[in-house]
Nanobody, 122 residues
Framework: QVQLVESGGDLVQPGGSLRLSCAAS????????MGWYRQAPGKQRELVAS????????VYADSAKGRFTISRDSAKNTVYLQMNSLKPEDTAVYYC???????????????WGQGTQVTVSS
């Protein structure tokens, strides 16, 4: 079994910062991509940022560029999302995602965390 556990969500004022963390654990053979998605009430889940665990290539949503930074600690199977200059429209449940291959598996699969709430409000 594989688990993704997020932490770091909170209530923050506009202009503030938060750092989200997501640790993958369990029967993991290799992790290929880790990323953050978010889902606001009444909206579809959308990609915020992702990072290749090998090489570190990143992808950002336009809304995240210049404000958010994704990073990873491959030794700890952990991905981080540093969020600065937060806006009310960043309010959402943030989900961690990993594309990984489990031990004993011949292919990779997508795994999701349980989500962490980020609320930006004064």
């Amino acid at each position: 079994q594989v688990q993704l556990v997020e932490s770091g969500g909170d209530l923050v004022q506009p202009g503030g910062s938060l750092r989200l963390s997501c640790a993958a654990s369990g029967s993991i053979f290799s992790i290929y991509v880790m990323g953050w998605y978010r889902q606001a009430p009444g909206k579809q889940r959308e990609l915020v940022a992702s990072i290749m665990t090998s090489g570190g290539s990143t992808v950002y949503a336009d809304s995240a560029k210049g404000r958010f930074t994704i990073s990873r600690d491959s030794a700890k199977n952990t991905v981080y999302l540093q969020m600065n200059s937060l806006k009310p429209e960043d309010t959402a449940v943030y989900y961690c995602n990993a594309e990984l291959r489990g031990i004993g598996s011949s292919w990779s699969s997508d795994y999701w965390g349980q989500g962490t709430q980020v609320t930006v409000s004064s």
